[in-house]
C-alpha cells in the first residue's frame, strides 16, 4: 500500500508501523518480528540508517540499514519497507536513489524512500563522514538532495551544478516499480526541514506530545501554504515508544526489560505510551484528530511480539471513535 491509498482506508482509519531497532539485535530476531508484523496487519516496517548505536553504549552491535531492508523485501509480501530515516550525509543522492529504487524491485513496489539532515556527530566522526558546517547546512544539503532524488526517481536525466552535489548527464535506470516512489522526511526544522517537507515531500514524520506536535503541524501547514502545496497529499506520520499489556503495570515492567537490554534509560524525549490497548488509543486520540494517520512503533530489541500481535486491537478503537 502506498500513501496514495489512504482515501480507501476511511476518515478514521489508523496504518501501523514497526520501527524495528537494529542495535543489540540478531537478524533472525528482526526478521521473525518483521514478519509477525505483516501478519498481524501492520502497513509497514522500518529500520535506522546508523552505523554506530544511538541509546545506550555507542559501542553496542548494530545492523545496516538498506542491507536490513533488502532482506526483508525478499521474505516479506505485503509492507511498506523504509528507513525511518535515512541519513543524508552518509551518501550521495544519486546512490540513494539507486538504493531506493533497487529495494522497490527487491520488494515488489513497497519502497518508501525515508530521509533526513542526520544529527548523530559520533558516527560521522568514528568513519570520517564529513559532517557539515552545522544543523543549518545539513538542511540545505538535504534539501538540494531531495530535489535531486525526486527528479531521479521520475526519470529524468539531467546534469546538475548545485551548492553541494554536481552530477554530469545522471539518470538512474530501470525505472521505480511504483508509479511515484514515495518520499518521507524525517525532522521538525520550522525553517528548513519543514519547508523542504512543503516543497518535495510525499510523507512527513514527527513526533512530541500532543502541544508541540500541534505546533508543528501548524508550521507545516504555514509553509504548505506559501509554497502552494495541499497538506493533504501527504502522509502524516507520528512516532512513539509503544507496549501493550493488559495492566500498564505489566507493559511498564516489559518496558524496563527492553530498556535494560538496550543499556538505555528511555528511547528519546518523547511520550513513552505503555498500558493497555484502550489506555493507548486514548493516548493516540488527539493525533489521529490532528490527521496523523500512520502511527509508528519504535521497537527496540528484542522486539515486543505482543504488542505487533496487539497493535489492531488500538486500530479498532480508534477507528470506533
Not at 127 to 134: S, T, V
Amino acid at each position: 500500500m502506498t500513501h496514495h491509498d489512504s482515501a480507501r482506508l476511511g476518515p478514521t482509519a489508523i496504518r501501523f508501523g514497526a520501527q524495528l531497532w537494529v542495535q543489540s539485535t540478531s537478524w533472525p530476531g528482526l526478521r521473525d518480528a518483521a514478519l509477525a508484523a505483516e501478519a498481524a496487519g501492520w502497513d509497514s516496517v522500518w529500520t535506522w540508517d546508523h552505523v554506530l548505536a544511538i541509546f545506550g553504549p555507542w559501542e553496542q552491535p548494530i545492523l545496516e540499514g538498506w542491507s536490513t531492508l533488502a532482506a526483508l523485501g525478499s521474505v516479506t509480501r505485503r509492507v511498506r519497507l523504509g528507513l525511518m530515516v535515512g541519513a543524508n550525509t552518509f551518501r550521495n543522492p544519486g546512490l540513494t536513489a539507486k538504493l531506493a529504487t533497487t529495494l522497490d524491485h527487491v520488494s515488489g513496489g513497497r519502497a518508501v524512500l525515508g530521509i533526513g539532515g542526520a544529527w548523530f556527530e559520533r558516527e560521522h566522526d568514528a568513519f570520517g563522514i564529513p559532517f557539515g558546517a552545522g544543523f543549518g547546512e545539513r538542511l540545505d544539503r538535504l534539501d538540494e538532495a531531495v530535489m535531486l532524488i525526486r527528479r531521479l526517481l521520475d526519470g529524468e536525466r539531467f546534469s546538475h551544478d548545485g551548492r553541494f552535489y554536481a552530477f554530469h548527464d545522471a539518470i538512474c535506470e530501470p525505472r521505480t516499480v511504483q508509479a511515484r516512489l514515495p518520499i518521507l522526511v524525517g525532522g521538525s526544522g520550522p525553517k528548513k526541514t519543514l519547508r523542504t517537507v512543503a516543497l518535495r515531500a510525499d510523507g512527513w514524520n514527527t513526533s512530541g506530545d500532543v502541544e508541540e506536535v500541534r505546533g508543528k503541524l501548524a508550521n507545516l501547514q504555514g509553509h504548505c501554504d506559501a509554497v502552494g502545496r495541499d497538506l493533504s497529499a501527504i502522509e502524516l506520520t507520528v512516532s512513539f515508544p509503544i507496549i501493550l499489556r493488559d495492566r500498564r503495570v505489566a507493559a511498564e515492567a516489559a518496558w524496563a526489560g527492553l530498556m535494560a537490554h538496550n543499556e538505555s534509560p528511555n528511547a528519546g524525549d518523547v511520550p513513552h505510551l505503555l498500558g493497555s490497548p484502550a489506555e493507548v488509543a486514548e493516548d493516540l486520540r488527539p493525533f489521529v484528530e490532528m490527521g496523523f494517520r500512520t502511527v509508528i512503533v519504535r521497537m527496540p530489541a528484542p522486539h515486543d511480539l505482543e504488542t505487533i500481535a496487539r497493535m489492531p486491537e488500538v486500530g479498532e478503537l480508534l477507528a470506533g471513535g
